[in-house]
């Protein structure tokens, strides 16, 4: 990676959908998700409302992790977002690192 370049994402929200757990070829378990944002950002010193709905995917300990999640359960992830695939090139937060938040409304 040349110097200067970083791609690191941190999110948290509530968790609306989460997919089946499946393998790759090689054996490690993905779970594909959809979270839920909510919060107050500052934006040209003016407070506004953000709220939007990230795709998610976790592989390998990550996705072990979410396969215990329930829908509606708020989580803190990061990772790096990358296009969905050659072909669709919307991004899509791969996630690296998941917190269950529990007793903490995140805005939400």
Do not use: W, Y
């Not at 215990?68 to 899509?92: E, H, M, Q, Y």
């Amino acid at each position: 990676m040349a110097s200067g370049e970083s791609n690191l994402t941190q999110l948290s929200g509530r968790l609306l959908e989460r997919g089946a757990v499946r393998h790759t070829p090689a054996g490690f378990p993905v779970v594909e998700f959809l979270l839920a944002h909510l919060s107050t950002q500052v934006e040209a010193d003016v407070e506004r409302k953000v709220e939007c709905e990230m795709n998610c995917v976790a592989v390998g300990r990550p996705a072990r992790a979410l396969a215990a999640a329930n829908v509606g359960d708020t989580l803190r992830v990061s990772g790096f977002l990358a296009a969905r695939s050659l072909k669709r090139r919307s991004p899509i937060l791969h996630v690296n690192t998941v917190e269950f938040v529990e007793g903490i409304e995140n805005g939400i």
